[in-house]
């Protein structure tokens, strides 16, 4: 339908950049690039667009190019919440960590609040070490629009802070929204399998959680295997315990 709408009025902007997305849901990148070069020659102020434009690039694998698709646009417009933050996104992706605080502070400056500019905040802040401003990241995210993702962020950040109590509730609340979850099944597992405090530790559950993080996996994941081994060992089946700990060590040497 867009073909045939370009097809009748091929200086029609919106369509070549609605076909563009159409071929970018179907995975066609390359086609969807050239459409929404299209509509920009035909619409050079259409931020939108460039946004769109960048995000394919980087879909790609073309990062340079799309970096300067996305300068471009925010030098036509740069108060766009929505390419500051695919902006900060691709440069959290290639590891330039204060570039990309600097685009999703902007995002948050500009933009409505958002639930996914917040996490994805506090997960560059987590990764730099910076729990105590991740958490109050994670938790902005929660109250816009709570999510498993965004409650397991928080448990992480929180255990990061040396907090595993508050953690425990955290990995509670994100396998209640998404109970199949590999990693908050496994995360919980080791902490109640691992922790200092007996008070936290609790094998048997450790176990029930830490076999369905495996099983979900297909027992591949050396450490979610090393975490079910943990789990046998605080439950007291130390046999068992040892031969899982052998098959992690495998799959790790693999």
Request: glycine share 8%.
């Amino acid at each position: 339908l867009y073909r045939a709408a370009i097809a009748a009025k091929q200086n029609d902007w919106k369509a070549h950049n609605n076909l563009a997305r159409a071929l970018c849901l179907e995975g066609k990148f390359g086609e969807a690039t050239q459409e929404y070069q299209s509509a920009l020659e035909l619409n050079p102020g259409a931020t939108d667009t460039r946004g769109y434009l960048a995000a394919a690039l980087v879909a790609l694998g073309n990062t340079n190019e799309a970096k300067g698709v996305f300068e471009d646009a925010l030098r036509l417009k740069p108060d766009d919440a929505l390419v500051h933050f695919k902006y900060a996104s691709l440069l959290m992706a290639l590891g330039q960590t204060e570039a990309a605080a600097l685009h999703f502070r902007a995002a948050l400056q500009y933009g409505p609040a958002d639930a996914e500019t917040h996490r994805r905040y506090g997960l560059l802040l987590a990764g730099s070490g910076n729990a105590r401003e991740a958490i109050e990241q994670f938790r902005e995210a929660i109250r816009l629009q709570s999510g498993a993702e965004a409650h397991y962020n928080l448990a992480t950040a929180l255990l990061q802070q040396g907090e595993p109590g508050k953690a425990v509730g955290e990995y509670r609340e994100s396998l209640r929204l998404k109970p199949d979850s590999p990693a908050s099944l496994n995360d919980l597992a080791w902490v109640l399998a691992a922790d200092a405090s007996d008070t936290l530790r609790n094998g048997t559950e450790a176990v029930g959680l830490a076999e369905r993080a495996c099983q979900l996996t297909q027992f591949r994941e050396p450490m979610f295997v090393g975490t079910l081994a943990a789990a046998y060992a605080e439950a007291g089946r130390f046999d068992d315990a040892v031969k899982t700990a052998e098959k992690a060590i495998d799959l790790a040497t693999a």
